[in-house]
């Protein structure tokens, strides 16, 4: 009897974890696909596009910043806090003089952003 009720215990034990891996893995997308959008932990950032338009970032608030890519909300407050301290950017370039944004960042991030006259 205790043999038959292990062995009864066994498959449903099996049968339970394969319904929760197929329910994990299709259960809550049932298309079977996947789309990652970035690193926000509340939701994808939304890159700029035609229909939205540039950010200029002598204007743009941190939600707006952390929506470049590459630009999460630490270097979002730093670029505001430089903008607040040295006054407008003239260019671009100017983002250069903040922490922790290098050429690299840079040029990945002006496809993205425009700069109003200061």
């Known amino acids: 009897m205790q043999k038959k009720l292990t062995i009864l215990l066994a498959a449903a034990t099996a049968a339970l ?3 929760l891996i197929a329910f994990t893995a299709f259960g809550s997308n049932p298309s079977g696909s996947f789309t990652v959008y ?4 509340t939701g994808a950032p939304v890159y700029p596009d035609e229909d ?3 950010i200029d970032i002598n204007t743009a608030t941190a939600d707006e910043l952390t929506d ?4 999460g909300p630490a270097l979002a407050a ?5 903008r607040e301290a040295n006054g407008l950017f ?6 250069l ?13 002006r496809p993205y ?3 109003s006259s200061p």
Do not use: N
Request: proline share 2%; aromatic share 2%; hydrophobic share 40%.
């Open 17 to 19: 974890l394969g319904f």
């Open 38 to 41: 970035g690193e926000r932990e």
């Open 52 to 54: 939205r338009g540039m």
């Open 68 to 71: 470049l890519p590459g630009i």
């Open 78 to 82: 730093r670029i505001i806090g430089h």
């Open 90 to 95: 003239s260019g671009a370039e100017g983002l």
């Open 97 to 109: 003089e903040v922490r922790g944004i290098g050429e690299k960042v840079l040029e990945g991030l």
């Open 113 to 115: 952003i425009t700069v």
